[in-house]
């Protein structure tokens, strides 16, 4: 195990020498602030008030102990502080801003049709085995994308299925959604039309992060399925097409829910593409049928039509999608906020065709499965 080889007092960090030649800046606060004791045992927050210190915080004396331990005593607040020298290094900010970032996110076109069985699942493997939900999570996060296999067809019957991981996100089209052919429809998916590549939702602050389209009849000609990698998409114009690319990440647009059941005006302004803290894609979105009436600044709507134009020209390429044909008993589920989704009209004269939608959010996923895979 690597261990700590010089310790160097500086100004306001104590900087540490490690055996492998690394080196760690940890500063004052944040050691003071991340002192073991600062923590009560059983809620695990901090009781310990940074604010209870002053901006003049110093170490009066430092030291590695007999039991190998980084012991500092503090000029304030009669405090020592005892640091294990392996928790240090696991959470040293200046290797972890040194790391190259990588991203979780494996990008996909096309070609995904020719591995299709490698996003299929069998359900009762998610239900009876801990691997097999991990394999679940995994491909959620990393493909955005997964097909169960052989789920049961009786309605609401994927709560079992959907609570090993977590509970659902509640929206007003309540828990199923029925995704049915209606008289007077509030909802172009509640039709027998086509709908093109779209997320769920995007006029909330915050879409639901995951989308679970449970198929239980499907036996009307037409209706087959299509997903698209909104992040591969980007990724493209990333590489490809910068100027796009930049209008899709600088310009918000505005979205908002036009349903004539509720006595509710949600609305919201995003760009159709937000990157994360590290330059990686947060969220994509992008729905035709529900983009609002735009109000970007006058010199910009040429440049922002151009953008969307060509990102929704290439979320439909043949290149980057794939297509499929949900059977009873599958249930796709999806990244809402990266897999575009869509479906082919059918005829609702030629057969029956029911799915129940489910929402659920990211934090639920990414938390389920960092839990089962022990990251913290
Ligand atoms: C939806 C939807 C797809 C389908 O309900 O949001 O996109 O195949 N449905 O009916
Ligand atoms: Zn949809």
Redesign the pocket.
């Known amino acids: 195990m690597v261990q700590i080889e010089k310790i160097e007092k500086l100004k306001s960090d104590l900087k540490i020498k490690w055996t492998d030649g690394e080196e760690s800046a940890f500063n004052y606060m944040w050691l003071r602030d991340n002192c073991p004791t600062a923590h009560d045992k059983d809620s695990r927050h901090r009781m310990f008030n940074i604010l209870n210190v002053s901006e003049n915080l110093n170490i009066k004396k430092f030291e590695i102990n007999n039991s190998g331990y980084l012991q500092v005593e503090w000029s304030e607040g009669d405090h020592t502080s005892l640091y294990d020298p392996k928790w240090l290094r696991n959470n040293c900010y200046t290797l972890k801003n040194k790391n190259k970032y990588i991203s979780p996110y494996e990008l996909w076109n096309k070609d995904l049709k020719s591995n299709f069985n490698t996003i299929c699942i069998d359900h009762d493997e998610i239900l009876n085995s801990d691997e097999g939900l991990v394999k679940w999570l995994e491909l959620l996060h990393h493909k955005g994308i997964a097909i169960i296999k052989n789920a049961p067809v009786k309605e609401k019957s994927a709560f079992p299925l959907l609570n090993r991981i977590s509970h659902v996100r509640e929206t007003f089209f309540k828990t199923p959604f029925e ?1 049915i052919n209606i008289p007077k429809p509030n909802n172009s ?1 509640y039709t027998a039309h086509a ?1 093109r590549n779209h997320m ?1 939702l995007p006029w909330f602050e915050l879409p639901p992060g995951y989308q679970f ?1 449970h198929c239980l009849v499907n036996s009307a000609s037409g ?1 087959d ?1 299509s997903a698209v990698d909104g992040f591969a998409v980007g990724e493209y114009l990333k590489n490809n097409e910068k100027e796009i690319f930049d209008t899709l990440v600088r310009v918000p647009l505005k979205f908002r829910d036009m349903d004539y059941t509720q006595e509710s005006h949600r609305g919201f302004h995003a760009p159709a593409i937000s990157l994360t803290k590290d330059g990686d894609f947060h969220d994509i979105r992008f729905s035709i049928a529900t983009m609002d009436v735009l109000d970007c600044r006058p010199d910009l709507m040429e440049k922002v039509y151009k953008a969307h134009r060509r990102f929704g020209k290439l979320l439909h390429d043949e290149k980057f999608q794939i297509n499929f044909r949900l059977g009873p008993g599958d249930i796709y589920s999806f990244n809402n906020r990266r897999i575009l ?1 869509g ?1 082919t009209a059918f005829d609702p004269n030629s057969g029956h065709r029911h ?1 129940q ?1 489910y929402y659920m959010d990211r934090d639920e996923i990414i938390g389920r499965l960092n839990f089962l895979k022990k990251n913290s």
């Open positions: 995704v998916a709908l769920d389209l209706g399925s989704h479906r799915l939608g």
